[in-house]
Structures are given as C-alpha cells and as structure tokens.
Nanobody, 124 residues
C-alpha cells in the first residue's frame, strides 16, 4: 500500500513562509512527485513537481516564491513556500506518479497516489 503523509501546514501572516514535507518513497517505477492544492468550490491546481532526474516544474502563480526539493535518503519531498499570500490558502496535497516519465505540474492533481493533505492558511 502506497502511503504519502504530508506535514508542515499551518497559519501564517501574509509575507510569511512555511515548509511542507511529504513522507513517501521513490520506488523503482516512480518518476514524479508533485504538490497540488484545492480550495472549496474550486478545481485542484498543480503547484510544483519534481522528476526522477531532478527536473522541476512550477505553476506560474508560485514561480519565484515556492521551491520543491527532495531528500532521497530520507524519502521526503519538500515544498518551501515563501512570501505567502491569502490566495495561497488551500489544502495542499502531495502526489506521486509511477510508470509515466513526464511530470508536468498541471498534471499533479491526476498523479495516481496522493496523501490526505495539509491545510495552509494565510491571513492578511
């Protein structure tokens, strides 16, 4: 059974920072990890992705503010979020794609496996 466990969410003021963590292993057939977010009544939107070779992809609305990274030894994928704004308020999910080599960020909500999510709230 694949398990992805997110942590690190919370409440911050606008301009603040948070680092999300996703505990989940890279298996022999894993090619992508990603983060997506969702707010009530809205569609899920991809935030960032990282491929097996380390290539990253970001949604335009987070470029320059968010950074995805990984620690393969610890099986943790991170999302460093800086200069957070109220519109970043959402539940953030970690996701994993197996077997498929391409890791476009817009497809992160459709990766096969995802965690339970962690709430991020940004106050103005």
């Amino acid at each position: 059974e694949v398990q992805l466990v997110e942590s690190g969410g919370g409440t911050v003021q606008a301009g603040g920072s948070l680092r999300l963590s996703c505990a989940g292993s890279w298996e022999y057939n894993t090619f992508c990890f990603g983060w997506f977010r969702q707010t009530p009544g809205n569609e899920r939107e991809g935030v960032a992705s990282i491929a097996l070779d380390g290539e990253t992809d970001y949604a335009d609305f987070v470029k320059g503010r968010f950074t995805i990274s990984r620690d393969r030894a610890k099986n943790i994928t991170y999302l460093e979020m800086n200069n957070l704004q109220p519109e970043d308020t959402a539940i953030y999910y970690c996701a994993r794609r197996d077997w498929w080599r391409l890791c476009p960020v817009e497809e992160a909500p459709r990766y096969l496996y995802r965690g339970q999510g962690t709430q991020v709230t940004v106050s103005s």
